[in-house]
């Protein structure tokens, strides 16, 4: 999408970024695109990426917790 680019001059469009994602049941929270967070967290060995907008946490933190568990071991 684009917009109008009030503060760059002699241009009249910026693009503009959607949201990643959106939250089941309330569309006021949302991600915004994370293109090289997400690229630093899947060159880490046994990473784990979930969505922000996921209406539960249960299954990111029992990722977690399995993975701290299997070092442990």
């Keep these: 999408d684009t917009a109008p680019c009030g503060d760059v ?3 009249s469009s ?3 970024l959607s949201h990643s994602c959106v939250n089941s049941t309330s569309a006021s929270f949302f991600g915004d695109p994370t293109v090289r967070i997400s690229a630093v967290v899947n060159a880490v060995p046994n990473s784990q990426l979930t969505s922000l907008c996921d209406a539960d946490y249960g299954p990111a933190l029992d990722g977690l917790a ?3 568990l ?3 071991q």
Aim: glycine fraction near 0%; aromatic fraction near 0%; hydrophobic fraction near 50%.
């Design 14 to 16: 910026c693009l503009i």
């Design 70 to 72: 299997a070092r442990l």
């Design 66 to 68: 399995q993975k701290i």
């Design 9 to 11: 001059a002699n241009q």
